[in-house]
């Protein structure tokens, strides 16, 4: 006869003895509020899977995510919705995946919000109204019942360009696709160029990806006596290799380089790539946490938060301060 296993449930008190913490850190923790070192969060929640702790259903919230096929198909955009859904998983809450073209649904079952990962527009807002919508990366759009949640871009670039200077490194160039309409690349050439005019130095501005103009603007790149590069996060390793070997330079040897986000090979170049990258679970614990204040009635919060990039020191990025290239 077959055996029925039922299996128990784990309370916060047994959790919290579990971690040899208070019942209260083990609540912030699985709430996404209040301060618990990441740490902890992580001992807590791996704690809480193996477990199986679930929070009680009256508390549970439901949750719908917006993503077209592009957003699926984006490395940085599927990788945040898997990391919201932990979140979300772990929190007791539940979530559906519909696109921009089965927004009426949203509105034939209760939900308490609308995560969006598709491109914002306000015809979009007007179908999830009035549901609240918390939006990533939306730097512009914000209106009423609509928040966001975003990788601090001006910070990120602030502080590679400063990390740069106190290297010693003055002429210091990034690299830009001549896509117009690519608005991460518009907003960081305007973060780049305010960063380095803050610091008394000429902006370097270099287009990669514009065929027989790449030669003469590596031309330029040498003339202006570059020592120092930021790379588009869309540069693959194919890509750098071809940089490397068109400019004939050595890393850190000749130029010194920090990659934007690529994750995935910078720490397995030679030698590695010191790199800044998007915090996609710190963003998605941010985002559950203002979702589940709108949806208990809060108010007052931040309209757009803003999540410091990660940075990852590595070999590629030289001390010259001592060196005759500056002189």
Not at 72 to 81: A, C, D, F, I, N
Not at 184 to 196: G, L
Not at 235 to 264: A, D
Request: charged share 25%; net charge positive.
């Amino acid at each position: 006869m077959e055996k029925t296993v039922i299996m128990k449930k784990t309370t916060i008190r047994e959790l919290a003895k579990i971690c040899g913490t208070a019942p209260s850190t083990v609540s912030r923790a699985l709430n996404n509020s209040g301060s618990v070192d990441e740490d902890t969060r992580q001992k807590i929640v791996r704690a809480a899977e193996k477990y199986h702790y679930r929070k009680l259903k009256n508390s549970a919230k439901r949750w719908v995510f917006i993503a077209d096929n592009n957003d699926l198909k984006s490395y940085y955009e599927s990788e945040l919705m898997i990391s919201l859904s932990k979140e979300i998983i772990n929190a007791g809450d539940t979530y559906v995946i519909i696109s921009s073209l089965q927004i009426d649904m949203i509105h034939e079952f209760f939900f308490d919000g609308v995560f969006v990962f598709s491109q914002l527009n306000m015809e979009l807002l007007k179908k999830i109204n009035p549901l609240p919508v918390i939006a990533f990366n939306n730097y512009s759009l914000h209106k009423n019942r609509l928040w966001s949640v975003s990788s601090d871009d001006e910070g990120m670039i602030k502080e590679a360009v400063n990390y740069f200077y106190s290297k010693g490194h003055r002429n210091i160039g990034l690299w830009i696709w001549p896509d117009t309409h690519n608005f991460s690349d518009i907003r960081r050439e305007k973060f780049f160029r305010q960063a380095i005019t803050g610091l008394g130095l000429k902006p370097l501005v270099y287009i990669w990806g514009a065929g027989e103009l790449e030669a003469s603007e590596f031309s330029q790149m040498v003339r202006d006596g570059v020592t120092a590069m930021l790379l588009p996060g869309e540069f693959n390793f194919r890509q750098l290799q071809l940089m490397l070997k068109t400019t004939k330079f050595s890393v850190p040897g000749k130029y010194s380089l920090i990659m934007l986000e690529n994750r995935r090979f910078t720490p397995f170049t030679e030698p590695p790539l010191t790199t800044f990258e998007q915090d996609l679970a710190g963003m998605s614990r941010h985002a559950l946490h203002l979702a589940h204040q709108i949806a208990g009635g809060a108010t007052g919060m931040l309209r757009n938060i803003k999540v410091p990039y990660l940075f990852h020191e590595r070999a590629s990025v030289a001390d010259i301060r001592k060196s005759p290239v500056l002189s």
